[in-house]
């Protein structure tokens, strides 16, 4: 064998499975490859929008719970306002109700005073008729009397 035929006879092979290759394989190579770098910029691409999104959820979130902090501070400053609102009624109320005590015992001390007065005025009398009849040394009759006593009572 000739070392010439042999070179140019790989050489041959060699460009036959070159062009072999080319024509047959390597579409197949370069479709693979053009999805695998399809695939990865997707990826890329959706953990990139993934990142967008969980920065913008990660704003709502805040402003979220900044919204609920300030309502739940409304919620409170009303409560504070409602409790004092609910004190001020109970002071009122407990006012007024001292008021209608207040006045109730006083009722009630005038309708004593004005009972004691006239158990009084009735002893007095009593104590006068009594008096009276020691003096006059005779006894007087109550009932034949009565406008007399009567007259004595209201002057006392």
Known sequence: M???????????MFALFILFTMKL?????????????KAIADGLAA????H????????S??????EARGRAADILAQTERRATQLIEEAKSAAKGEGEREKAAAKAEIEQEFAR???QLRDQV????VAGAEKILQREVDAKAHSDLLESIRGQL
């Open 116 to 118: 004691a007065r006239e």
């Open 52 to 59: 967008r999104e969980l920065e913008e959820a990660s704003q």
């Open 25 to 37: 394989i390597w579409p197949y190579m370069l479709r693979a490859i053009e999805a695998r770098q």
């Open 125 to 128: 009398a009593a104590l006068a």
């Open 61 to 66: 979130a805040d402003q979220t719970i900044a």
């Open 2 to 12: 000739n070392i010439n035929f042999t070179l140019i006879a790989q050489a041959i």
């Open 47 to 50: 953990a990139e929008r993934g």
